[in-house]
T-cell receptor, first 114, second 112 residues
Framework: NAGVTQTPKFQVLKTGQSMTLQCAQDMNHNSMYWYRQDPGMGLRLIYYSASEGTTDKGEVPNGYNVSRLNKREFSLRLESAAPSQTSVYFC?????????????FGDGTRLSIL | GESVGLHLPTLSVQEGDNSIINCAYSNSASDYFIWYKQESGKGPQFIIDIRSNMDKRQGQRVTVLLNKTVKHLSLQIAATQPGDSAVYFCAETGDSNYQLIWGAGTKLIIKP
């Protein structure tokens, strides 16, 4: 039961470096999401993809880009990393388009920007 | 603005007692509410959900209560166990099924 798989689990970058976080789900969900979680805080939505071929901005999209590669995969890219992007990044998936459905999460990528 | 807040950031409960975690929401248009459990180093885990046409829903050892009159949501955990130690988040759909509104979380501590 893999569910939502994120890679890598940990990463350290220098300011200005670029990086792509990978996410894949095996639940045949239509919708996928990227969140960030800062220490002691709730989750903030960066981008989401309601269905294959579409992406939309969430609450905090600046400094990020996403690609919905296919139904299973949704990647998050930092083009020029900044210390303010140090956070834990979570990917999630759901069948939100099929009515009220919960999101299911991966275990996160812990990203530090020096 | 829209917000989902929690009354208590930390809750300490004796093992075996019942726990009640509260959540206030502000968007009267929200029609779907979810409780998540997040253990240290892991992603949020779905616990239970409730739709706005319901007042109460029960799962295994957990019950969610929804009071739309006062915009209040609660999670009750029966016979709390050490494995229940985690941060609990409530979330609501707001105006969109895709953009959940998340609370800041309540840390549940189990005393032996």
């Amino acid at each position: 039961n893999a569910g939502v798989t994120q890679t890598p689990k940990f990463q350290v970058l220098k300011t200005g470096q670029s990086m792509t976080l990978q996410c894949a789900q095996d639940m045949n969900h239509n919708s996928m999401y990227w969140y960030r979680q800062d220490p002691g805080m709730g989750l903030r939505l960066i981008y989401y993809s309601a269905s294959e071929g579409t992406t939309d901005k969430g609450e905090v999209p600046n400094g990020y880009n996403v690609s919905r590669l296919n139904k299973r995969e949704f990647s998050l890219r930092l083009e020029s990393a900044a210390p303010s992007q140090t956070s834990v990044y979570f990917c999630a998936s759901s069948d939100a388009g099929q009515g009220d459905q919960p999101q299911h999460f991966g275990d996160g990528t812990r990203l530090s920007i020096l | 603005g829209e917000s989902v807040g929690l009354h208590l950031p930390t809750l300490s409960v004796q093992e075996g007692d019942n726990s009640i975690i509260n959540c206030a929401y502000s968007n009267s248009a929200s029609d779907y509410f979810i409780w998540y459990k997040q253990e240290s180093g892991k992603g949020p885990q779905f616990i239970i959900d409730i739709r706005s046409n319901m007042d109460k829903r029960q799962g295994q050892r957990v019950t969610v209560l929804l009071n739309k009159t006062v915009k209040h949501l609660s999670l009750q955990i029966a016979a709390t166990q050490p494995g229940d130690s985690a941060v609990y988040f409530c979330a609501e759909t707001g105006d969109s099924n895709y953009q959940l509104i998340w609370g800041a979380g309540t840390k549940l501590i189990i005393k032996p």
